[in-house]
């Protein structure tokens, strides 16, 4: 239907376009990428660590609503459960770190944030929206993916972690 | 019996690869998932990317402020007339909040109590250059106006709702509004389109004292606007909207008259307008220096003949990582109605007249500066602003070259002090 | 056919700007990048043009800002 050069000025759009298009967003059954970033309070915050535990990885940003939101609710969450079976880390991605530790001091949590102003970490991982979460298995898979986040949102978490916890393999 | 287990775990772990198998041939090979996800990024085929949510917290506005009109300048009015104009004491109230995961609202109500004179109409001075006639100072009239809209938030963009009235000694209105918006490309373009309606009626006061004045009139106006807004970099957004509006019924301003071959008539305005208006904003931060700009244009044309530019400049300039300081300009320029003289020697063929300043030709340039300052109590955000503005109006400062000033323009200085609260 | 041309307009006029990611929208989300950070102020610019001036007022916003949800 459309002349050749049309067809190949569009592929060439598409592909300028998919060029420019960030990482593919990780999906359920993926493996979650490993990687390791200097924690906001020192030392560093590193994936591998927290394998054969369940483990709830948060993107956020001081900046963003949603993600200062999610923070406590988080926190809440992980104390509901054993410390050797769940775990909760996040990545911040805050251009000024000490914007983010600031923020933390005011409504403090009991998880660590790594710090990754440059986004490398988000980049690997897809991320496509903010906040954006990952729900990863004792084996390092990722089982749920979490955008954006609403009060609504807990309970079905809570039971998808529960149901990870239970799964000892 | 162990061997008998044994195998049934091995049939399990069997079962088990299998399953994986089956799950990893359906799922597409990497290559063909990142071409999928570069078409994803294209607008339209949308990315599970979800767009902005109702307010993480609470806020609520109050502003006063105190509007005063410059008195007329003594050449430039009638002898014996009122020389002082308008003002006006402003009160606004604003509360917006979430109220759900998915639904916000907000709720914008004012009050304006104002008091003084108004340009009545407009007569040829001694050596022919016009001078203004005043109604006289009016008491006190007030007018109040509340706005009630909700906000529906969508994965990918929101619609709106709203509905307000809007209420004076002599005026009611109704008015309505649904818009929409749309996210795309990553949420750095978004197409946003909305339609509204306005329902006015007038039933204008001392109609036994001027018996040509109307005692009841209604206006519609209907509106339609379309949006769209582009990220251009980190720190840089650009928005260009166009909204069309149609006004029907009585367009005439009831308290104004117009001076037709040596006697003052009623003001008669065509019973339909087209009107179009063009609007430009662009947004940038810097950085470095912890300010940003604001950069307005709008264009405006309508089917009374009449076109204006506006250009607004705002710089906002944070200090000490709290205090903000906000400088901003503004430069408007009009033409004249096709039907608009100061006074008029002759009747019009079709009818029509008016010697509203309004409708003059004149340009405007305004400045002002506004100071706002956060400070936290009971563990709540507050924020105190103050802010003054200055209005100046003449027939020199319009683009264009004007014969006859109106005598009736307008200058003003505008005080207001604000209280921001969230929670 | 006309959503092809669409994305395909779509995509020439951003395969200049790269997109802005999710998390680097930090000076967007800022109170002093919004359209109007004062919207009583606004609200009450627009009323004193209505009365005072000739014309209509502009459009309103959407884009930019946080992104978040």
Known sequence: ?169 | MRRKCASRAALRRARERRRQRRRLARRPSAMVRALTAAALALPGLASPAAADSPPTQARSDYHYSRYAEDAVESKKVAAGSERDRYEIDIHQFRFETGISDRVGFNIDITHEAMSGATPWYVTPGPNGTPVQVMTQATIEEARTDALLAGDYYFDRGKATLSGGVSSENDYLAFNGGLGGERQFNDKNTTLSAGIGASFDRITPEDTNKYPTRPHRENKQTYDVYLAASQVLGSATIVQTSVKYQLGTGYLSDPYKLAYVAGTPETDERPDLRNQISWLTRFRHHFRSAKASVHLDYMLYADDWKMYSHTFELAWYQTLFDRFLLVPSARYYSQSQAEFYAPYFTAPRGDGYRSSDYRLSPYGAYAFGIKAELPFEVWSLNWALTAAYDRYVSGADLALQKVDVENPGLVSYNLFTVGVTGRF | MTRCLALLLLALACSGCAPVRPWERDALARPDMAWDPDPLGAQLGKHIQFSKEGSLDGGPGGGGGCGCN
């Open chain 1, 1 to 169: 239907m459309f002349p050749a050069r049309f067809r190949a000025i569009s592929a060439a759009a598409l592909l300028s376009a998919a060029l420019a298009a960030p990482a593919p967003a990780l999906e359920k059954g993926d493996r979650a990428p490993d990687f390791s970033a200097p924690g906001l309070a020192g030392g560093t915050v590193s994936l591998a660590t927290y394998r054969g535990k369940v483990v709830f990885l948060d993107f956020w940003a001081s900046w963003c609503g949603p993600c200062a939101k999610a923070l406590p609710a988080l926190d809440q969450l992980r104390k509901e459960f054993k410390p050797g079976d769940f775990q909760v880390i996040a990545v911040n991605l805050d251009r000024d770190p000490k914007l983010a530790v600031k923020f933390l001091s005011k409504r403090p949590v009991g998880y660590p944030s790594a710090s990754d102003p440059n986004g490398t970490v988000p980049q690997r991982f897809g991320v496509d929206s903010m906040p954006t979460s990952f729900l990863i298995d004792r084996s390092g898979v990722v089982r749920h993916v979490q955008r954006g986040f609403r009060d609504g949102d807990v309970a079905p978490l809570r039971e998808k972690i529960q149901k990870l916890v239970a799964d000892k393999r």
